[in-house]
């Protein structure tokens, strides 16, 4: 990251000639360059440096996020939002979510999710299951894009639900009340 203060040769009408010019990467390692806008002391142009120097942490020190930092962070930000049976139902899809957990979010591609589609696809679950953890998935991805700016846009349009033509559905049991004492006895 290089920073610096310069004294402009065109100062403005009130006077202000000190700016701050800063070269850094985003957090998807790109170059970026921020250019400020003139200050009457080159106290202010420092004071502002140390601000947009806090700013720029904050946005990049997200790079090494996992997919586990993440479903942590999620389901703590969703504790004090969301019903106990709801949460039970996170922590129960958990340990779904396990073969992501050790990749960094901003590398996640289609790949990753392909792979762990398979290895949700090889477990002994019904697909509407399949689907809520799916649905669990894509959650965390829109938590991430709210509150951390990741971008899942590639990936996230190429996602598809589980489908599986051959499962039967189950159908319901129905007792009418004058059977019922029949059965339960």
Same mark, same amino acid.
């Given at each position: 990251?290089?920073? !610096?203060?310069?004294? +402009?040769? /065109?100062?403005?009408? #009130?006077? !202000?000639?000190?700016?701050? #010019?800063? =070269? %850094?990467?985003?957090?998807?390692?790109?170059?970026?360059?921020?250019?400020?806008?003139?200050?009457? =002391?080159?106290?202010?142009?420092? #004071?502002?440096?140390?601000?947009?120097?806090?700013?720029?942490?904050?946005?990049?020190?997200?790079?090494?996020? =996992? $997919?586990?930092?993440?479903?942590?962070?999620?389901?703590?930000?969703?504790? #004090?939002?969301?019903? +106990?049976?709801?949460?039970? &139902? %996170?922590? &129960?899809?958990?340990?779904?979510?396990?073969?992501? @957990?050790?990749?960094?979010?901003?590398? $996640?591609?289609?790949?990753? @999710?392909? +792979?762990?589609?398979?290895?949700?696809?090889?477990?002994?679950? +019904?697909? !509407?299951?399949?689907?809520?953890? /799916?649905?669990?998935?894509?959650?965390?991805?829109? $938590?991430?894009?709210?509150? /951390?700016?990741? &971008?899942?846009?590639?990936?996230?349009?190429?996602?598809?639900?589980?489908?599986?033509? &051959?499962?039967?559905?189950?159908?319901? $049991? @129905?007792?009418?009340?004058?059977?019922?004492?029949?059965?339960?006895?």
């Amino acid at each position: 990251m290089a920073i !610096r203060q310069v004294k +402009s040769k /065109y100062a403005t009408k #009130d006077g !202000r000639t000190w700016v701050v #010019d800063i =070269t %850094y990467r985003d957090y998807l390692g790109r170059p970026r360059r921020y250019h400020s806008k003139k200050f009457a =002391t080159r106290r202010d142009a420092k #004071d502002h440096e140390a601000e947009y120097k806090v700013n720029i942490k904050n946005m990049t020190e997200f790079t090494n996020l =996992t $997919f586990k930092q993440l479903i942590n962070k999620h389901y703590k930000y969703q504790q #004090d939002k969301a019903k +106990s049976t709801t949460l039970y &139902n %996170y922590r &129960n899809m958990m340990p779904y979510l396990e073969p992501l @957990f050790n990749i960094k979010v901003e590398s $996640f591609n289609i790949k990753h @999710f392909e +792979s762990w589609r398979q290895y949700i696809n090889e477990k002994k679950i +019904s697909t !509407r299951y399949k689907n809520g953890v /799916y649905k669990y998935l894509k959650a965390i991805m829109n $938590f991430g894009t709210k509150w /951390y700016d990741l &971008n899942f846009v590639k990936v996230y349009n190429k996602m598809t639900n589980f489908t599986n033509p &051959n499962e039967r559905k189950k159908e319901m $049991f @129905f007792i009418l009340q004058k059977n019922f004492k029949s059965f339960y006895l």
